[in-house]
């Protein structure tokens, strides 16, 4: 599948790509004076922020993983994350973003556990979802994981190399110019991935030519479960529950990630935000279609062989993208998935760092450093740790995954959004909330989610391959069933 001028090309896009990146970082770096810097910048246009938005939402599970659950599962898979999620995010982010903003500007949070520990008054709590933050590292991994198999794929690289060098570089210009240079960097690579997802969408364009029922038919000759819903015969989409109820569940919860839900503060005024919003839905509206090219690929490689070999299923759209577009437009569409995973990165990068070091850091050890210049020169020492972990977990994912490296990192993600979800909701919309209500509905959905999955409590998790979204939604019902109880016997009481 490799030849030499996919290399070279690669190789001299790659070389382009690194020169306009880090010119945004020594930009962003010479602006970049405090850890408030570092956090949320100075101030930018709407516009920006929402594409910004856009990209760190969507990533390389977006354009490099997910395609390969609807190649394995059809529909229903496509149903999951092409449509539910997407409609319960949008929903949730329209609500929570104002109010966030308000708070988050009021009190002068840079991070989600700041937000959580002042809102509720709490050092113990803000600290507890400072450590609870490090389960984002599982995201970081999923993006490694996807980028090295397309880079990999287009060099004809060993993917240990590919993936070593890779976090050398993002990690090292993420030490300096922080959400100075990520806004403007996350706008080019936005821009690009809207031309690669319509590019992709459209690629398919012979088996849609023909009419919708010709295109299901020859999903259904491939095999007839890829072209049905529920697909029973799936370990992830097998009924209603599983596909609707679970992925929108998910939606709503997945805006409180501390890399989506502070975009708002980067904003110059208030009145800006509904144009922010507009932006980064239908930006996002855009981005999710892209799993649709998952069915493409399933009819490229329908034995999920290529050269008769079995490809795994992180690898399905690395080797379309190679087979499917001429050099120069797969030049385009590698640009755009480096895009989608690299947006990501950074603000994962960005976010988790600055947390490791303004909540955890500086509550357990700050009498012993002196200035904000020795916060920055510890934020640097915290991105190279993070760099060392995503390296060692990212090459096991590589050679030993549960199917998809997308189960592992949804299961850290989805444990984190589900755990901050309740303290973050009654944090906006209720007043006067007994900190043991929320601190009682964060421990429930963390020991559902976590107990669930592991325990293989429900007919839904057991089995090799289990359903994190599963899981989750019973975190997060259940912590919203002990937090309404809970708020609801405070009310009693002051009576």
């Not at 104002?98 to 991070?111: D, I, M, P």
């Not at 319509?198 to 999903?219: A, D, P, R």
């Not at 008769?308 to 992180?314: A, Q, Y």
């Not at 755990?419 to 209720?430: D, E, N, R």
């Amino acid at each position: 599948m490799h030849n030499s001028s996919w290399f070279v090309a690669t190789l001299g896009l790659l070389l382009a790509y690194t020169a306009i990146i880090l010119f945004f970082v020594i930009r962003g770096a010479m602006r970049t004076k405090s850890m408030a810097d570092y956090a949320v910048g100075q101030g930018f246009s709407p516009y920006a922020v929402g594409l910004s938005l856009a990209t760190a939402t969507t990533s390389a599970a977006t354009f490099i993983i997910n395609p390969g659950f609807i190649s394995l599962y059809g529909w229903s898979a496509f149903v999951a994350f092409g449509l539910c999620m997407p409609a319960g995010l949008f929903l949730s982010q329209i609500i929570l973003t104002k109010s966030f903003r308000r708070y988050g500007k009021t009190v002068k949070a840079l991070t989600m556990a700041q937000w959580i520990g002042q809102r509720y008054e709490s050092k113990g709590f803000a600290l507890f979802f400072a450590f609870l933050s490090l389960l984002l590292l599982s995201f970081i991994v999923l993006i490694c994981v996807g980028l090295t198999k397309v880079l990999a794929q287009a060099l004809g690289m060993g993917e240990f190399q590919v993936l070593v060098g890779m976090v050398v570089f993002v990690f090292s210009y993420m030490m300096f110019g922080g959400a100075n240079s990520m806004v403007y960097t996350n706008t080019v690579q936005a821009l690009i991935k809207l031309l690669v997802a319509v590019m992709l969408l459209f690629s398919g364009y012979e088996h849609l030519s023909k009419g919708v029922n010709f295109f299901w038919e020859q999903l259904g000759a491939i095999s007839p479960a890829l072209a049905q819903f529920p697909n029973a015969s799936s370990p992830l989409y097998r009924d209603f529950f599983e596909i609707v109820i679970c992925n929108f569940v998910i939606g709503v919860a997945i805006v409180c990630q501390p890399h989506l839900i502070t975009k708002s503060l980067m904003l110059r005024d208030d009145k800006d935000v509904n144009r922010y919003l507009w932006v980064g839905s239908l930006a996002q509206m855009t981005f999710f279609l892209v799993v649709f090219a998952g069915f493409y690929a399933r009819m490229m490689f329908p034995d999920l062989q290529v050269d008769g070999l079995p490809i795994k299923m992180d690898a399905i759209m690395s080797a379309y993208v190679v087979r499917e577009f001429p050099v120069w437009a797969g030049l385009i569409v590698i640009l755009g998935l480096l895009s989608a995973g690299l947006s990501t990165l950074e603000a994962l990068i960005q976010a988790l760092s600055t947390t490791v070091t303004s909540d955890i850091i500086k509550p357990l050890f700050g009498q012993f450093i002196p200035n904000d210049r020795a916060y920055i020169f510890l934020n640097r020492l915290v991105i190279v740790g993070l760099a060392a972990v995503a390296i060692t977990v990212s090459w096991q994912q590589l050679q030993h995954p549960n199917l998809s490296v997308g189960i592992f990192a949804q299961l850290g993600v989805y444990g984190f959004f589900s755990t901050a979800f309740i303290p973050v909701l009654f944090g906006i919309f209720l007043k006067d909330v007994p900190r043991w209500v929320v601190v009682m509905a964060a421990l429930t959905a963390f020991v559902l989610h976590f107990g669930t999955y592991f325990g293989g409590i429900s007919p839904y998790l057991q089995g090799t391959v289990r359903n994190p979204a599963v899981a989750s939604t019973f975190g997060i019902l259940g912590a919203l069933g002990v937090g309404l109880l809970g708020y609801g016997l405070g009310k009693i009481r002051k009576k």
